[in-house]
């Protein structure tokens, strides 16, 4: 799940340079790919992967303003960092002046080259948000997993009859947002969505409510007043919190589902309602049966096209696409730059649980945006317990055989499986890189 690292494409002709600038590179977690010259550089970028380019200055066949100018035609997508080899003021106006985003000045420290990194780093960042197409479905939800697919399938199979639905996920997941989507999908689409909070209403009152009233039936019955049922009439109602109501309710509810009419209280004439029942619960309904907290005949009257919407933390895939589309979506509601998201911060919010789902990620989002106004969104943005999944310690539970044959291969392969070049980064001779990719295939 972890995202990969960025791929850093280091051009300089002076080989000692190249390996060191690489070591320093793979240090800090990031990936890099060698080349010698521009010629060699622009094969490796159309092999394509490369979010970065560091290059040299000076080189002796073309320079590397000549591929900086390369860059900005072919791939205006790809920062590139400019090493100058002298102190030259005009050679760093020039860089820029083409369009190197930073650059250094030779000697420069580990932390002017890392900080250099990291700035270009979020120039990809951006361009990356702001260039990613964020598909959605037709029904408005955001998420292209397996398990969202299988979701978008069932909820078009519902849109195409009349079945009575029960949707069951956790808190936040969306449940009133499938139950939306079905509705303006359906062919009830032109009548009325009401939605009930089932748990939000007292007991003694959510009768009143559901069936109506006729003027006088009870004390404060002043007028006459259509419940639920009825003004949903030729559309949907949505049953939220189904689990809250009481086994008295239930038995009532049952009726309605049994004979698509309605009784307002003191009416002794049904109603006929053609309305399509949609009924969410974030609770266990069957053990609630079994428990004796909910009526089966009822759950299996609501269970006809059941709906199981899964927790973020089922599929982490949809984690990215989520910030992306929230980020997008609160930046121009409040007219505000979009802000880039640090590396640290984005993995940890892709390891983080989310027991409130997509609702704590939106609300989280949300506020970043504010907060931020623009500026970078750190670490520090992040709420206390969020924190807690930063930093994750090390598998301490591998052999120095295996963290050897990892490094090897990472380093194999961020020089294309060049053999000399990974021994000389490695500081071993070629016969001991290949003795030991000999011992690794045993
Ligand atoms: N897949 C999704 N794509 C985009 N937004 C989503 C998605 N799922 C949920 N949301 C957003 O998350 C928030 C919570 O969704 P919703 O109210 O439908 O959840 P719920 O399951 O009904 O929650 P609760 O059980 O707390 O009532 C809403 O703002 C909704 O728009
Ligand atoms: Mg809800």
Redesign the pocket.
Known sequence: MKKAPEQILIVDDNTDTLQMLSRKIVSKGWSSLLATDVSQALQLLDAGGIDLVLTDYKMPKITGLELIRHLNSHYPNIPVIMITGYPSIEGAVEAVKVGAEEYLSKPFTDEELFKAIDAAIVKVRQRKTRTQEIPTNPYG???NSEQMQELYRKIHKSTTNNATVLIH?E???????VARAIHYHSHHSKAPFVPVNCGAIPETLLEAELFGYLKGSFTGANETRAGYFLTADGGSIFL?EISETSLSMQVKLLRVLQDRQVYMIGSKTPRKVNVRIIAAT?KDLPLLVKQGGFRDDLFFRLNVLPIYIPPLREHPEDISM?IN?FLKKYSSENSLPIPSISDDTINSMLTYTWPGN??EL?NLIYRMVILCEGQQIGISDLPEHMKFSINQTPNLLRSLAEVEQEYISAVLASVNDNKSLAANILGIDRKTLYNKLKDFEN
């Open positions: 939800l955001i998420g996920g808190s936040g997941t969306g449940k009133e947002l939220d974030n989520l589309h997509v609702r939106e």
